[in-house]
């Protein structure tokens, strides 16, 4: 079984900290993602990543980073958090054919 | 771009009724069609998916067929049980090769199944 692992189920942080969340896999897959999930939004994409240290801009990708430098780890950078990064955080890991394994998610608080 | 259009819930079902939620989808070229769901407390799983038009995905008696002339990704389960409540979301993986994609997802629909 593909498993992808989340570093926390839940994290309150405060306002203007630096904020780490990370994403381990360990099927070798090239591909992983970062997503947050809102209330009547859906799954928004943030960051992504098919390789070691590539990284391509999802759809909201303003106050955040990413770093990717080993293939197994896909790590979510809040470089100054604010309110309104308060959310549930999804990390996956996608395989070429479109399938995707999801972590159990982070749900942060911004304080 | 690409986007996916499911229908708004929440959906309030009693046990062993029909379930149809709808997806439609707007893509260029042929997109691959996936269903998801995420049961409370978790992350999202892989239901079902459809590679081409006409598949029809199918898993844990749920259904879903590739309409391209519709395009549609329509799921369907016609017994639903207590333990279908879930939140479910169509999802589209676009392009046709490469090691660059992404996928999109609908909003979800909440699902709650009433003894």
């Known amino acids: 079984d593909v498993k992808v692992t989340q570093s926390s189920r839940y994290l309150v942080k405060r306002t203007g900290e630096k904020v780490f969340l990370e994403c381990v896999q360990d099927m070798d897959h090239e591909n992983m993602f970062w997503y947050r999930q809102d209330p009547g939004l859906g799954l928004r994409l943030i960051y992504f990543s098919y390789d070691v240290k590539m990284k391509e801009k999802g759809d909201i990708p303003e106050g955040y980073s990413v770093s990717r430098e080993k293939k197994e780890r896909f790590s979510l950078i809040l470089e100054s958090a604010s309110t309104n990064q308060t959310s549930m955080y999804l990390c996956?890991?996608?395989?070429?054919?479109?399938?995707?394994?999801f972590g159990q998610g982070t749900r942060l608080t911004v304080v | 771009g690409n986007s996916v259009t499911q229908m708004e819930g929440p959906v309030t079902l009693s046990e062993e009724a029909f379930l149809t939620i709808n997806c439609t989808y707007t893509?260029?070229?042929?997109?691959?069609l996936f269903w998801y769901v995420q049961y409370p407390g978790e992350g999202l799983q892989l239901l079902l998916k459809a590679t081409k038009a006409d598949d029809k995905g199918s898993n844990k008696g749920f259904e879903a067929t590739y309409r391209k002339e519709t395009t549609s990704f329509h799921l369907e389960k016609g017994s639903v049980q207590v333990s279908d409540s879930a939140v479910y979301f169509c999802?589209?993986?676009?392009?046709?090769?490469?090691?660059?994609?992404?996928?999109?997802f609908g909003k979800g629909t909440l699902l709650t199944v009433n003894p």
């Open positions: 996956a890991s996608i395989l070429r054919r479109g399938e995707a394994f």
């Open positions: 893509a260029t070229g042929y997109p691959s």
């Open positions: 999802a589209l993986r676009e392009g046709s090769g490469g090691s660059n994609y992404k996928l999109t």
